[in-house]
Nanobody, 118 residues
């Protein structure tokens, strides 16, 4: 079975930091582009950051550029999202995504809540 399990969410004050983790199992992790999406109440799910496979090229949304960093550890089948200088507008459920462009297989995690509030 394929499973993506997010962790690290919680309540943090504005300006604070949080690191999300997504542990993958049941798939050939190194062959998948890994991404973080987020969805706030009443809003569409949006791409936050993505990281490719062997060369680990990254891209981040303009709204979080300079504050968020995505990384992956293929030896641990884990992708991370380091979130710094958090703002209230970052409040959302954050989802881990695994996408194999070669096979068309896509998987989603259950999501982890991030709340930024004073």
């Amino acid at each position: 079975q394929v499973q993506l399990v997010e962790s690290g969410g919680g309540l943090v004050q504005p300006g604070g930091s949080l690191r999300l983790s997504c542990a993958a199992s049941g798939l050939a992790f190194s062959y998948y582009v890994m991404s973080w999406y987020r969805q706030a109440p009443g809003k569409e799910r949006e791409l936050v950051a993505a990281i490719t496979t062997t060369f680990e090229t990254t891209n981040v949304a303009d709204s979080v550029k300079g504050r968020f960093t995505i990384s992956r550890d293929n030896s641990k089948n884990t992708v991370y999202l380091q979130m710094n200088s958090l703002k209230s507008e970052d409040t959302a459920v954050y989802y881990c995504n695994a996408d194999s462009h070669y096979t068309g297989l896509i998987y989603w995690g259950q999501g982890t809540q991030v709340t930024v509030s004073s």
